[in-house]
């Protein structure tokens, strides 16, 4: 049993990886995932100092990615990408307020998980689930904008992936957990930055 070390980011810049950046901050991280509502030139430096792969998924404040992606980063939206056998789930956007891009009802974010069947049925489904909102009534906010996601809960029912990573409940909104479980599931807001080391199979 060998353990990959997961560095996550989410919705706020952290000043180490940025203008107090120091590379020992880096040291040991195996792969770094954000999800979402980040400057892409903060993705983008980031993926010019780290050696491994950066993934994203998008946060409903990330429309300008369409046209400035972060460089050097690697979008697992709506597909499973596998790094070293560990199978990464990416669904990004957020409950739909004002209509604008990566916004999405209920409905639309079924649709999308429904398109994912055959891949999920090939890859015997997956480890980490990835996505900017949290699951529904699982600390999500009671506001339309920040309401969870219903089928997030169903794939975590399903498929029992080791973690559910998320954001956009920013931590500083009030209570909420850094971590909790649902199963055998870590679920993890990953506001700012944090760091989680995941055993695997290797």
Known sequence: MTKMRIMVL????????SDAY?????EGIDVIVSCGDLPYDY???IATVFRGPVLYVHGNHDAKYKYKPPLG????????????GVRFLGLGGSHR???VEWQFTQKEMDKRVRKLWFELCKSKGF???VTHSPAFGCYDGADPAHTGFKVFNDLIERYKPKLFLYG???LSYGSRP???VIGNTRCINGYERYIIDLETDD
């Open 168 to 170: 956009h409940v920013h």
């Open 127 to 129: 480890d980490v689930l």
């Open 10 to 17: 989410s919705d706020e810049p952290c000043l180490v990886l």
């Open 73 to 84: 980063c690697l979008s697992i939206e709506d597909r499973i990408y596998t790094y070293k």
């Open 43 to 45: 993705l983008s430096f």
């Open 22 to 26: 120091r590379p020992e901050v880096l």
């Open 178 to 180: 850094r971590e909790f």
């Open 97 to 99: 307020y004002n209509g």
